[in-house]
């Protein structure tokens, strides 16, 4: 029997990644996106007669339970999110009420579905930013959370609530807090977006603070692999940290595309100019830090892209998707967020 899957935000990032990535195994995948600006339009799906998608606010509790019972799913991945941090500092409102309402609409709805599905499955996604920084060490899953962003707390709110509602109502709802991720369909208000289409115009590409600050980055594949691994496997355990392990400071990102750029020969700045310092984001975290040796273990998994070659992937996939480009452009005015000033 095939089984349904329902992906909230598919049409986000890593969302429409991870469509693309299962649409040629035995499932049959909904989205249900509300589409935003950041969102990729659905003529740049990787369209499948397995797939359907439904425009729909996750905040319209009884739209959204009216469609998910119409569809009975044996699993639901939530993706959706408000997600970029500088956006949040503009607008906190937003960012709160709408993640959490979302999602805890997505958990009541996923309780009462479990009384005719009992075997249906929840995999909630969220983010490492929600433990806060770290000089040197990695957070587990039982670390303390400590967000320091509207973003980070209301990323944070959900995943508590999700373990609020395994403890009251036994829905076994998986928390999934990946690292920072990056490749194709991001949008161009994340850094390495940024830092790529910068150079390509020859504009030097801006660095908060003095660069320093610390990320741990996944190439978006590995981490779509990593949640399949849990879409087809059982398991007993509802917290996992999905990272990789490759953390470099935001300057080191940066100088590794521009040196890829040089090489291409598609941009005229040099090292002494492709990068220009800026007024750093409030409350910006230092390092992120997770400790995935549950997951691997867990599950036998090890990421196989490197950051060389998923970078150079990612900006040989803008170069080719071009018509994407220019439609996320027209949407997109480059204005810089989150100053709180």
């Known amino acids: 029997m095939i089984k349904k899957i329902v992906v909230t935000g598919g049409s986000g990032f890593i969302g429409t990644n991870f469509i693309e990535?299962?649409?040629?195994?035995?499932?049959?995948?909904?989205?249900?996106?509300?589409?935003?600006?950041?969102?990729?339009?659905?003529?740049?799906?990787?369209?499948?007669?397995?797939y359907k998608f439904y425009k729909l606010n996750l905040v319209k509790k009884k739209q959204l339970k009216?469609?998910?019972f119409q569809i009975k799913p044996d699993i639901i991945i939530n993706f959706a999110a408000e997600s970029h941090v500088d956006r949040s500092i503009d607008d906190p409102d937003n960012f709160m009420i709408n993640n959490f309402t979302a999602s805890?609409?997505?958990?009541?709805?996923?309780?009462?579905?479990?009384?005719?599905?009992?075997?249906?499955?929840?995999?909630?996604?969220?983010?490492?930013?929600?433990?806060?920084?770290?000089?040197k060490k990695s957070f587990k899953e039982n670390s303390l959370y400590n967000p320091s962003s509207p973003?980070?707390?209301?990323?944070?709110?959900?995943?508590?609530?999700?373990?609020?509602?395994?403890?009251?109502?036994?829905?076994?709802?998986?928390?999934?807090?990946?690292?920072?991720?990056?490749?194709p369909f991001q949008h161009f208000e994340k850094f390495i977006p940024t830092c790529i289409f910068s150079l390509l115009k020859n504009k030097s590409l801006p660095l908060y603070g003095k660069g320093k600050n610390i990320r741990e980055w996944t190439y978006v594949d590995d981490a779509c692999d990593a949640i399949i691994k849990l879409v087809k496997y059982k398991t007993k355990k509802n917290r996992f940290n999905i990272g990789s392990g490759i953390r470099y400071k935001n300057k080191t990102i940066a100088k590794k595309i521009f040196l890829i750029l040089k090489k291409k020969k598609l941009t005229?700045?040099?090292?002494?100019?492709?990068f220009k310092y800026v007024k750093d984001r409030p409350g910006h975290d230092f390092r992120y830090a997770l400790n995935s040796s549950l997951f691997n273990k867990s599950f036998n998994f090890k990421n196989l892209v490197s950051l060389s070659y998923g970078l150079e992937s990612t900006i040989n996939w803008y170069l080719k998707n071009k018509l994407w480009v220019n439609a996320k452009k027209t949407k997109f005015t480059g204005k810089r967020l989150g100053l709180n000033d």
């Open 104 to 135: 805890v609409n997505l958990f009541t709805i996923f309780k009462d579905l479990k009384k005719i599905k009992q075997n249906s499955k929840f995999i909630h996604v969220s983010t490492d930013e929600v433990f806060g920084s770290h000089m």
């Open 21 to 50: 990535r299962i649409s040629n195994k035995n499932f049959q995948i909904i989205n249900i996106d509300k589409l935003s600006k950041q969102s990729s339009p659905e003529q740049f799906k990787y369209k499948q007669k397995n």
């Open 66 to 68: 009216k469609k998910l």
């Open 151 to 183: 973003y980070s707390s209301s990323k944070a709110s959900t995943d508590l609530a999700a373990l609020s509602f395994n403890k009251t109502y036994k829905t076994n709802i998986v928390i999934v807090n990946l690292c920072n991720c990056y490749g």
């Open 268 to 274: 005229k700045l040099n090292s002494s100019n492709f």
